[in-house]
């Protein structure tokens, strides 16, 4: 019989099979009981800070997910985001583009790539009930753009609805605004 929690179990089914340590103490586990889950394989380390159920799929949005638990204050970037997003024919390196204000610690992992800039507004973060903050479909368009020739077509990805919106924002970056695809 499992000693996890049924709460855990829905918290995991909401958030791709992923749980972060923080949850699992809310939910009155202790650190002892969460060394023995470990032990026991009912929990998978995913990355410090996150597990992943046994019978899930480590996929892509299971990792963003686990980076958004774990570092409350970045948001899912670049070619990541724009999957997430919808957008077509960008290509998956299956890596995690990530971003965050200069000064906010993202996690050590290799399948992160890390972006900074100060120019990170509230309104460039949308948090979705999954766990994951991703980066507003306008700011993900820009930051996309910016990849140039490395994304095959990207340009054919964008819904032509979304591109007006975005030109406005073009100004922003000669301000310094930075996407995790750019030298930041």
């Known amino acids: 019989m499992s000693s996890v929690p049924s709460a855990a179990y829905e918290l995991m089914r909401?958030?791709?099979g992923v749980i972060a340590r923080a949850q699992l103490?809310?939910?009155g586990l202790s650190s002892r009981q969460l060394e023995h889950l470990a032990v026991r394989g009912e929990l998978r380390s995913l990355i410090r800070g996150a597990a992943i159920s046994p019978s899930v799929e480590v996929t892509e949005t299971a990792r963003c997910a686990a980076l958004c638990l774990v570092r409350e204050r970045i948001a899912i970037a670049g070619p990541t985001a724009g999957r997430l997003w919808g957008l077509?024919?960008?290509l998956g390196d299956m890596r995690i583009h990530?971003?965050?204000r200069r000064h906010w610690h993202i996690a050590n992992v290799p399948w992160c790539v890390p972006c900074r800039t100060e120019a990170m507004r509230d309104s460039d973060r949308v948090h979705r009930?999954?766990?994951i903050t991703v980066t507003s479909l306008a700011r993900t368009v820009l930051?996309?753009?910016r990849f140039g020739r490395r994304l095959e077509g990207s340009a054919a990805g964008i819904p032509a609805a979304v591109v007006p919106a975005v030109a406005g924002r073009s100004a922003a970056v000669g301000a310094g605004l930075s996407c995790c695809g750019a030298s930041c």
């Open 14 to 16: 909401r958030q791709h």
């Open 25 to 27: 103490l809310e939910l």
């Open 88 to 90: 077509r024919r960008l």
């Open 98 to 100: 990530s971003i965050a």
């Open 129 to 131: 009930p999954d766990g």
């Open 143 to 145: 930051d996309v753009s």
